[in-house]
């Protein structure tokens, strides 16, 4: 059980349920919070007994034991008996609470305020309320009079009213000051000798138009400061009151502001207009989620889960035309052809195809292109597979799957046709979306989505649809590396990140830098380009692309090693993890590279067609390299048929990513390894 621990007000726990932990008696609870005081360090035995009692019973050693035991059964109650506890431990002469660092509010409140120190003000105002919230009154309240808890008490009381002022501040930064005045209000009131609350207090009011009140509150601290601590304000309260006497200027930044103020005041007008349970408000969700995808890293995350939350909301309202509008929204260009999150995308191509029957024939053609360009994107990687050995016995599985990819791909054309009728760019820029990601039903299509990207391009810089721009520059990038034309695939890299630099798509540079390891490998020796990739891979952390990172690095160095033809190398990275959903592709040649013709030969034996994307003659090459170490004939037919389309490319260079090498060059050891018996 998953216990978290709260000392901001009473001592108390809560169970992964929420629910409130029993912890027995006051003596419990005191050594459980003495425990907390600690911050995972072992508190002597006799350390307690001290702190527990002025005048300690003489069997105080072994009543603080049962404590323990009792304390141990509520925090672990499903623990067997006889096995070590996890969280209340015995470490030497005494016990130490083992709580994680994200199991206790005070050390939560802690990471937030120090989290928040390099945030913008509106991010910070958003961290710092809601590490606020996790104040149920006094730290440690139930123990206030304990000496133990005097330090820590008024280490994390500080911490908070430094968190109330800079959340002030930041409001007043944002230009909504009179939403900082209330809570600095009460703050001085309860809190009168600190000047920094004064100041701020004073300034909000000026800022909300209020001078009168603003010398008021001024006046007020001098006179508090005066009968409690017996001292003048300091230089910049005295500063302050002078400034709002005179008026001057740089105390009122006047109309307009910054860009943050902009927004604070803006979204505050928006949430005082529009009613909390509006409509309006699931398709502005989904449009900030939109614009939040292409921040990249947590924001792309949060998208996601928002856009999901906003479609089922808008689902249950019962109206299909305002869940069309919010699934549709959503255009976020999408260039990797393996889904974040392939769950969530299911669902999603679910509630579209729900959305879809529900809207009235005939009717919402737009509505309906946007909701089959959703089906097209987010079914991506879904397009049917020739089918491998061990799928034989499974073709209701294949069959369904198959399906699916046919309806994707039935889908992405549906949705262009229905763009270029109705003369629709923003819509046509979507559904060449779902287009691209449809076209990887054979090898060899480079020259295909090229195409794609090239007109995207151009409808995009024709009506300022950037994010689409950029989409097709990256598109175009992929493409030409795979037909081996790095001049051009360089200069769609430059127009990328020149678009990305100009509107602030952070997303962007991953997908260059790593062209450019790409690059690197293919011209620089061994050592340079393992270098790249590792600076490449290092872009990826905190990019909120699981579906593109997950084993991306191993696979970008074992195709270094393959096209060097380094066995050595190769069978390095044998005992390496890591390799994500690649995996079951790369195994044979792993075994091969080791000497284990057996393994290796199982491994093909069951291996299955690789996904129809980017990797996938990337992948092939791979199973056809394994198949020719141990003379599997079957394989090397398997991958022939497969690559041959690809002999004018390179193996998986169309991922803009990394290389195998020309497929040509596979298909030739292919084709002399069969024409020997």
Known sequence: MQVDFGVLGSVTAWDEAGDTVPLKGPRHRAVLARLLVARRRVVPVARLVDDLWEEPPADAVSTIRTFVSALRRSLEPDRAPRTPARLLVTEGPGYALRAAHDEVDAWRFEKAVDAAADLRPAALVARLTEALASWRGPAYADFADEPWTRTERS???????????????????????????????????????????????????YRSGRQADALSVLRRARRMLGEQLGVDPGPRLSRLEADVLRQADHLD?????????????????????????????????????????????????????????????????????????????????????RSDDPAQAEWLVGAAERTLRLLPPEEHDAARGRL?????????????????????????????????????????????????????????????????????????????????????????????????????????LQSRCALADFAGAERHAAAADR????????????????????RTSLTEPMGAAESAYEEAAACLDGAGMPGLTQGLLPLAQLSLYVRHDDPARIAGMAGRGGWGPYEPWVRPLLHASLGDDDGARAALR????????????????????????????????????????????????????????????????????????
């Not at 968190?163 to 600095?184: F, K, Q």
């Not at 999901?308 to 808008?314: E, S």
């Open 253 to 337: 930044p006047g109309p307009g502001g910054s860009a943050a103020q902009v927004w604070a005041q803006a979204a505050a007008a928006y949430e005082s207009a529009v009613p909390a349970r509006a409509r309006t408000r699931l398709e502005s969700t989904a449009g900030l989620m939109r614009d939040l995808a292409v921040t990249g890293g947590g924001g792309l995350e949060a998208s996601r889960r928002h856009r999901v939350a906003a479609v089922a909301a808008a689902e249950q309202l019962g109206d299909p035309e305002l869940t069309a509008r919010v699934i549709g929204i959503y255009d976020v260009p999408a260039i990797w052809t």
């Open 155 to 205: 280490r994390l009381t500080e911490l908070r009213l430094q968190a109330v002022e800079r959340r002030a501040e930041a409001r007043i930064a944002l230009g909504v000051a009179a939403e900082a005045v209330p809570d600095l209000d009460a703050h001085v009131t309860e809190h009168p000798w600190r000047e920094d609350a004064w100041h701020l207090l004073a300034l909000a009011l």
């Open 499 to 518: 678009l990305s630099e100009q509107h602030e798509l952070p997303l962007v540079p991953v997908f260059t830098t790593w062209y450019r390891a790409l």
């Open 606 to 677: 069951d291996v299955a067609s690789p996904p129809r994307d980017l990797l996938f003659e990337a992948l092939w090459c791979l199973l056809a390299r394994a198949a020719l170490l141990v003379g599997d004939r079957t394989v090397m037919r398997r991958a022939s048929t497969q690559l041959a389309p690809a002999s004018a490319e390179l193996a998986g260079a169309g991922s803009g990513l990394l290389t195998l090498g020309p497929v040509s060059g596979h298909l030739k050891a292919l084709t002399s390894a069969l024409s020997h018996p």
């Open 372 to 476: 089959l360009a959703t089906i097209a994107v987010e079914s991506r990687g879904t397009l049917p597979a020739e089918q491998g050995p061990s799928e034989a016995g499974m073709r209701a599985g294949a069959g369904m799957r198959a399906r699916a990819g046919m309806r994707a791909f039935q889908a992405a054309r549906q949705a262009e046709q229905i763009a270029r009728r109705l003369h629709d760019t923003s819509l046509l820029a979507f559904a060449l979306n779902g287009v691209f990601m449809q076209t990887f039903h054979r090898a060899g299509l480079a020259a295909r989505r090229d195409g794609i990207g090239a007109e995207i391009v151009s409808l995009s810089a024709q009506n300022n649809l950037v994010t689409y721009e950029v989409l097709g520059h990256l598109i175009r």
